[in-house]
């Protein structure tokens, strides 16, 4: 247990549906992370928040809307999505997203695993 | 960021001690050595960092070279639950907001009983 939740572990949806993942941090920390690992590729940084707002996105399509009501949740929100988007969504969390090191260390939920049909 | 590179595998035996190896020959003054690990069905986890010298905590040790070239993340004794893909990233400080880690594809630790 990390004090990061995600849920659901296992989606499988069709492309033309709209469902969205939901990850929880019980940490107090500030800043909240969404990645993208597809099979056999690195983990890619899809978005960052930190107190709430957007300070990163790395060229996501639109598809795929974060939201960040407050500095414990984050969702991400998914549409008409592509079989190509298969692969596992990992939430993270930090104290900060500032020069720190301490308060830059990730702790990472375990993820959603999704499937597109 | 500065790039590292890792074996794609290694293998070690349970009880044994387990040397894992990164070389960055580009990193900076500025740049932190981080370690991470990901076990199967599970996000990464936090396991070390360090800047110049040899640091030690409950889950590992890592040596950093005299240059800062390399370093070497070291299992004491390994055991089967560490058994996961472990991942040497480098992580610049040195100045303003710097929240990415930029995962490469890491090292494949398989553990034998």
């Known amino acids: 247990e990390t004090g990061v939740t995600q849920t659901p572990r296992h989606l499988v949806m069709g492309m033309t549906n709209k469902k969205s993942l939901k990850c929880e941090q019980h940490?107090?920390?500030?800043?909240m992370y969404w990645y993208k690992q597809s099979a056999k590729k690195p983990l890619e940084l899809m978005f960052v928040?930190?107190?709430?707002?957007?300070?990163e996105n790395n060229s996501v399509p639109s598809r795929f809307s974060p939201e960040c009501p407050n500095s414990s949740h984050l969702f991400l929100h998914l549409h008409t999505l592509q079989p190509e988007d298969s692969a596992l969504y990992l939430c993270?969390?930090?104290?900060?997203?500032?020069?720190?090191?301490?308060?830059?260390?990730?702790?990472f939920g375990a993820g959603t695993r999704l499937s597109v049909l | 960021d500065a790039k590292t590179t890792q074996p794609n595998s290694m293998e070690s035996n349970e009880e044994e001690p387990v040397h894992l190896p990164c070389n960055h020959s580009?990193?900076?003054?500025?740049?932190?050595i981080h370690w991470y690990r990901q076990l199967p069905s599970q996000g990464p986890e936090y396991v070390i960092h360090?800047?110049?010298s040899n640091v030690n905590n409950r889950m590992a040790s890592l040596a950093i070279a005299e240059d800062r070239k390399s370093s070497t993340l070291i299992l004491h004794r390994a055991t089967l639950r560490d058994a996961a893909v472990y991942y040497c990233?480098?992580?610049?400080?040195?100045?303003?907001?710097?929240?990415?880690?930029?995962f490469g594809k890491g090292t494949l630790l398989t553990v034998n009983p």
């Open positions: 990233i480098l992580r610049d400080y040195s100045g303003g907001s710097n929240y990415k880690l930029t």
């Open positions: 928040y930190s107190l709430e707002e957007r300070v």
């Open positions: 940490l107090g920390h500030n800043a």
């Open positions: 993270a969390s930090s104290q900060d997203d500032m020069v720190w090191e301490q308060g830059n260390i990730q702790y």
């Open positions: 360090g800047l110049t």
């Open positions: 580009t990193i900076s003054g500025t740049d932190y």
